[in-house]
């Protein structure tokens, strides 16, 4: 970390992801960099690009930055509602910085994004230090079914289209590295959060196997893994009633909050320091990073870390995420009803519906995405409508489900267009980092934020 750099992915190599520094001062553009979006900078002559992506991150000066600003009083329950199956861990005696003090590296929040980090940083042996108005884990993360895919929001076919075949493909293969990566780093020290190492679904949502089959030979193409499943098969296989389908191997499925819980025991047992502290503003003008505190106090960091979950402060303010929410429902356990061996399912359309099952054999299944309905109390009060239209495809997809639902909730996250995730250095500011994983590979690009902020 004393030579921490931004990142971005500009090749991937048969011997894995290869990096370099992306962020010279002389480039008249620069803005917060997505972990490989910006690799598009560099794209052949003719090449499609993106269209420019310019953060609003207020004034910013040259050599001083000062940012302040609350992240709009949003709460832990204004990111999702009860209630989830998820694991409930023990209380945790968190005390409120009582004086100023320095430190290595700072994180700011302390949901599945931040432990990804302070786990990383502390096994290289830094000093780090969290904070986080909330209990840790109970924010954004709570509302996770934690589907680890490495499949992105879009297709490798859209991608291609937005910039070309050859950046696309290193995009998805960089998940799919994060993925992997993520299963290796639970197994590595046992963490009991329901890690199980699945195959995924991926169905077509309309009549036609036409999308599937060029999507499939698209990924065989640039060597992704992958086998294409006609109606007839799929239907053999799993007993599900589609067109077709991609079914891929290496994802997995977890207990998001006890993963967190466990990533952040880890990280305290080597040192790290967790206080109840909500950041107020930041000031990156020297050498380090000064936030201010909720309670008058201050840290100074040689670097800070955003991990904020879907809070975004307002320090960073790209105009390229908007905000969306989602639903879920949660069976009853019903072992003697799941689909053949867990797949992870979800769907070949933008707002796709998405089901897994967990380890005690219930069965979840989410979506009914709506981006207009984000305000918390609107969005809770339609959690009974959207949890029995859940129910009603639930029932279309799976007729063997029992609809004995024990849990319903919802979650208001960030998206973007491309599905791709913001990290990198905030622009203008120095020494400090974002780390946002956006869209339904949240925990996946938290993983390859980790990874990517980290390297020397």
């Known amino acids: 970390m004393g030579q921490i750099a931004p990142r971005e992915l500009l090749q991937t190599g048969s011997s894995g992801l290869c990096l370099h520094s992306s962020f010279a001062p002389s480039r008249p553009h620069l ?18 690009k993106p269209p420019r992506r310019v953060l609003n991150a207020g004034h910013m000066h040259a050599e001083a930055v000062i940012f302040s600003g609350h992240p709009e009083d949003t709460e832990q329950a204004d990111l999702r509602s009860p209630r989830t199956p998820w694991f409930i861990p023990p209380s945790l005696s968190v005390c409120r910085p009582s004086h100023s003090f320095r430190c290595e590296v700072l994180i700011v929040g302390a949901g599945i994004t931040g432990t990804l980090m302070a786990e990383r940083l502390t096994r290289q042996g830094l000093e780090v230090v969290l904070i986080d108005r909330e209990r840790p884990g109970q924010g954004s993360t709570a509302a996770s079914t934690a589907m680890l ?28 590295e994060a993925v992997n990566g993520l299963q290796r780093l639970i197994a590595r020290h046992g963490l009991p959060c329901q890690m199980r190492r699945r195959q995924s679904l991926y169905l077509a949502s309309g009549n036609t196997a036409t999308s599937l089959q060029e999507e499939m030979a698209l990924r065989h ?21 589609r067109a077709a389908a991609i079914l891929s191997p290496d994802v997995a499925d977890a ?6 819980s466990g990533l952040l025991d880890i990280s305290l047992g080597r ?14 003008g020297g050498s380090s990073v ?4 909720d309670n008058g106090r201050e840290i100074e960091a040689r670097y800070a870390v955003l991990a904020t979950g879907y809070v975004m402060p307002e320090i960073v303010r790209p105009e390229i995420q908007h905000a969306t929410s989602s639903w879920a429902i949660a069976t009853t356990p019903q072992p003697q009803n799941l689909w053949q061996d867990g797949v992870l399912i979800w769907e070949d359309s933008k707002d796709y519906h998405y089901a897994r099952t967990t380890a005690d054999g219930r069965i979840i299944f989410g979506g009914e995405d709506d981006s207009t309905i984000v305000e918390p109390e609107a969005r809770d009060a339609a959690v009974p409508v959207k949890a029995k239209a859940l129910a009603q495809k639930l029932a279309a997809l799976w007729p063997r489900a029992a609809l004995d639902i024990d849990c319903r909730w919802a979650g208001t996250f960030d998206t973007t267009d491309d599905g791709l995730p913001l990290i990198g250095a905030v622009p203008g500011a120095k020494n400090l980092f974002a780390a946002y994983g956006y869209g339904g590979n949240g925990i996946t690009f938290s993983y390859l934020a980790a990874e990517l902020i980290s390297r020397p």
Do not use: M
């Not at 490495?150 to 910039?163: F, V």
């Not at 007839?232 to 007993?239: D, E, I, Q, T, V």
């Open 271 to 284: 040192g790290a320091k967790l206080f109840e502290a909500d950041a107020l503003a930041f000031d990156s």
């Open 221 to 241: 193409r640039v060597g992704l893994p992958g086998a294409f499943l006609d109606h007839a098969s799929l239907l053999r296989n799993f007993g599900i009633a």
């Open 31 to 48: 803005r917060l960099a997505a972990a490989f979006r910006h690799a598009l900078e560099n794209s052949c002559p003719g090449e499609h």
């Open 290 to 293: 000064n936030v201010s505190l």
């Open 255 to 260: 207990d998001p909050v006890q993963l967190t």
């Open 149 to 176: 895919l490495w499949e992105i929001d879009r297709s490798l076919t859209e991608l291609a289209q937005l910039y070309g075949l050859e950046h696309a493909a290193r995009c998805v293969r960089a998940s799919f």
